[in-house]
């Protein structure tokens, strides 16, 4: 079992064919036990569309006579229970006074087999089963009991065997899990100094739940948490050395994996250069993700100087109020990233936003972007 892409997320394997198999092969022969002296003729229901796999592998499983009927409903768009369950469709004989044996794919609220139970029984169906292929326990709270449960399994969104994510993945004879990790969000923020990237980052931090990764701060946290990365860091620093490329993408690549459960990371201050940004993208790509928007905040030349000069006197930062030191710094800017730039325009994914105006208008630009 491998990987799976199914519209713009990556599933990764969950529960073999093997496994299933043998859980039905289990919850077939509970109900041919329970059947073993019925009179009658039961209706297997198959609910639409997710059960239509597990329907066909219990009912060549089944050893008494039954029919086969099936209707459809749904309370699932994308990825996230709606918990609206529509129209039954597709019941066009009587079951009054017959017993039914509903079969789902899963439960979990509850929501749509209850519903479905209660419509059934006022249809004056005598007695109604209910059998699921996957129960999710920890959410499921009602009070219906279910008679006959395939598996158990946590609360993932998952597909195959005739579960779907937005219609794809049914046919899957495995079962497949979202894969939280590779459906992040992966942003870059650039700008020249002064353009405001840290106060906009930590204000898309705070709107879409993202993780701030500033290489300025990840190095001093390392230095001052002692960790390998850091003392090599801190050994090179103080020998007036700079800090090799190697040591900041470990430290990013320590961030990812420390931060498993996030919607996802903004980068600020990394990467630098076309060679960094090409580590970055391979070190994504690991974990089925990319970079999703380069987010560049652009300012005239003028209005960078005036903002370091202004910041370096409220700073008090004496080398930046002088001209040909801050002309430099522009300077170095344009010149470092124009290429990475380059990079990113050449892959499509960079967006570029007039960097003018107040914090808030700068913000609502970014916002419509994400």
């Keep these: 079992m491998e990987r799976i892409f199914l519209k713009d997320k990556y599933f990764v394997p969950y529960i073999p064919y093997e496994r299933i198999e043998k859980a039905i092969d289990e919850v077939a022969e509970r109900i041919n036990h329970d059947f073993r002296h019925f009179n009658g003729v039961p209706i297997v229901l198959c609910v639409l569309n997710g059960s239509i796999l597990f329907t066909g592998e219990l009912m060549k499983r089944l050893n008494f006579p039954c029919e086969f009927s099936s209707v459809r409903l749904s309370s699932y768009e994308g990825t996230l229970s709606t918990g609206i369950t529509r129209k039954v469709l597709g019941l066009t004989s009587s079951i009054k006074g017959r017993t039914i044996i509903v079969v789902e794919d899963i439960v979990d609220t509850g929501k749509t087999i209850t519903d479905l139970y209660a419509l059934l029984r006022d249809a004056g169906a005598e007695e109604v089963k209910i059998c699921t292929m996957l129960l999710k326990p920890d959410v499921y709270k009602k009070d219906l009991k279910l008679d006959y449960v395939a598996m158990e399994i946590e ?75 850091g003392l090599q860091a801190k050994t090179l620093i103080d020998k007036g050395e700079l800090v090799p ?18 919607k996802g ?38 209005t960078v100087y005036e903002r370091i000069r202004h910041r370096a006197e409220v700073e008090n930062r ?44 700068v913000f609502n630009k970014l916002c419509a972007l994400m």
Aim: no cysteine.
């Design 155 to 229: 609360n993932r969104f998952i597909v195959g065997f005739g579960l779907d994510y937005d219609q794809l993945g049914r046919n899957s004879k495995d079962i497949y899990i979202l894969d939280k990790q590779a459906s992040m969000k992966h942003y870059l923020i650039f700008g020249p100094p002064g353009a405001g990237k840290g106060t906009q980052a930590a204000l898309l931090v705070e709107r879409f739940g993202l993780r701030h990764v500033s290489t300025g701060d990840l190095l001093r946290r390392e230095i001052a948490a002692g960790t390998p990365l």
């Design 245 to 262: 490329d190697s040591v900041v993408e470990g430290m990013i690549a320590s961030e990812l994996e420390a931060n498993p459960d996030v």
């Design 265 to 302: 990371f903004i980068f600020d201050g990394f990467p630098r250069t076309t060679a960094q940004a090409e580590h970055l993208d391979a070190l994504l790509a690991e974990r089925g993700a990319r970079i999703d928007a380069v987010l560049s905040l652009a300012i005239p030349d003028e």
């Design 318 to 361: 004496v080398d930046d109020t002088k001209p040909e030191i801050i002309r430099n710094r522009i300077d170095n800017y344009h010149a470092k990233t124009e290429p990475v730039i380059a990079y990113y325009k050449g892959k499509g994914v960079y967006k570029e936003v007039d960097g003018l105006g107040t914090i808030d208008e």
